[in-house]
């Protein structure tokens, strides 16, 4: 019953630019932190950044400076605006609902290379 939905992954160059949507069904989506997290080939899945129900935000030292979350509580979604992307971003970038709540979308594939 509870959904949630990435899109807007695909490739691009290095020194390029994405937005990632998450879009969610099932919960009370202004009560929840939102956060997306991204896993790559051989790698622990990481956390990438955090917007809590109060708008305030989080980011990995990695991302920092390039990345910003945000999210629209009447439209249930939440974003991931990538610029000054990185071979190193390539990844598959998940959001989840909650801190203790389990919530995963299944994930959208984001690939950085020339």
């Known amino acids: 019953q509870v959904q949630l939905v990435e899109s807007g992954g695909g490739l691009v160059q290095p020194g390029g630019s994405l937005r990632l949507s998450c879009k969610a069904s099932?919960?009370?989506?202004?009560?929840?932190?939102m956060a997306w997290y991204r896993q790559a080939p051989g790698k622990q899945r990481e956390l990438v950044a955090i917007?809590?129900?109060?708008?305030?935000?989080n980011y990995a030292d990695s991302v920092k400076g390039r990345f910003t979350i945000s999210r629209d509580n009447a439209k249930n979604t939440v974003y991931l605006q990538m610029n000054s992307l990185k071979p190193e971003d390539t990844a598959v970038y998940y959001c989840?609902?909650?801190?203790?709540?389990?919530?995963w979308g299944q994930g959208t594939q984001v690939s950085v290379s020339s």
């Open positions: 989840k609902a909650g801190i203790s709540s389990d919530y």
């Open positions: 099932g919960i009370r989506f202004s009560i929840y932190a």
């Open positions: 917007i809590t129900i109060g708008g305030s935000t």
